[in-house]
């Protein structure tokens, strides 16, 4: 079983739909990271978590770590935000992530 | 301030044979991870190297090994290679460890092995 599972693996959307990303996860963690992936591998940082909730123009998350839960929310999508994204979590505090296998979205116009 | 590079960016590698990744940190980043990714998978973590020592250990056997350099750039070397080492090889740099800097990942280096 996976430390981190994310939901859903697979997502279509509607230009201007608001999204939303799940990730759970079963350890004890020190922070909660989002990434984005494009097509060719390339990974950008979006958040870094310990609690609450970070915004950053469409894109908001949210942690709650009693119920080991974070969520990624899009609003307004556009199809430039078509890509992978992955929730990794840091168990030790030594940035050694644990990774969810992704939800790719794709966003059509 | 360069960011994080990787070389190759493809490989094309028989069953049995070595080969060497390299990893260029984003500059004043003593720090490096690496993960493997297969295809369709979240990346797994190898190793990180702090300041030329291996600092922590994924579940990836021996042949797997790695360097870190005065300049904190890096190898990732496999031996032995088998089919199921075909994915995509990501490194990550950081300043120091758990200091809640972000992690500036590499574009990969995409290996075969056949």
């Known amino acids: 079983k996976n430390e981190v599972e994310q939901s859903p693996q697979n997502l279509t959307a509607q230009e201007g739909e608001f999204i939303t990303i799940n990730c759970s996860y079963s350890?004890?963690?020190?922070?909660l990271h989002w990434l984005q992936q494009h097509p060719g591998g390339g990974i950008v940082s979006l958040f870094m978590?310990?609690?609450g909730k970070k915004k950053h123009g469409r894109l908001i998350a949210t942690i709650n770590i009693q119920e080991k839960h974070s969520s990624l929310h899009i609003t307004a999508s556009h199809p430039r935000d078509s890509a992978v994204y992955i929730c990794?979590?840091?168990?030790?505090?030594?940035?050694?992530?644990?990774f969810g296998t992704g939800t790719s979205l794709t966003v059509i116009p | 301030e360069t960011g994080v590079t990787q070389s190759p960016t493809h490989l094309i590698k028989t069953r049995g044979q070595q080969v060497t990744l390299r990893c260029s940190s984003q500059s004043g980043h003593n720090t490096v991870s690496w993960y493997q990714q297969a295809l369709g998978q979240g990346p797994q973590f190898i190793f990180q190297y702090y300041r030329e020592e291996e600092n922590g250990r994924g579940n990836f056997p021996p042949r797997f090994s790695g360097l870190q350099f005065p300049n904190y750039s890096s190898e990732l070397n496999v031996n032995a290679l088998e089919l199921d080492d075909s994915a995509l090889y990501l490194c990550?740099?950081?300043?120091?460890?758990?200091?809640?800097?972000?992690?500036?990942f590499g574009p990969g280096t995409r290996l075969t092995v056949t």
């Open positions: 978590l310990s609690s």
């Open positions: 350890v004890g963690i020190s922070a």
């Open positions: 990550a740099s950081s300043l120091g460890i758990g200091t809640g800097g972000e992690q500036y």
């Open positions: 990794a979590v840091d168990p030790f505090g030594k940035d050694q992530f644990y």
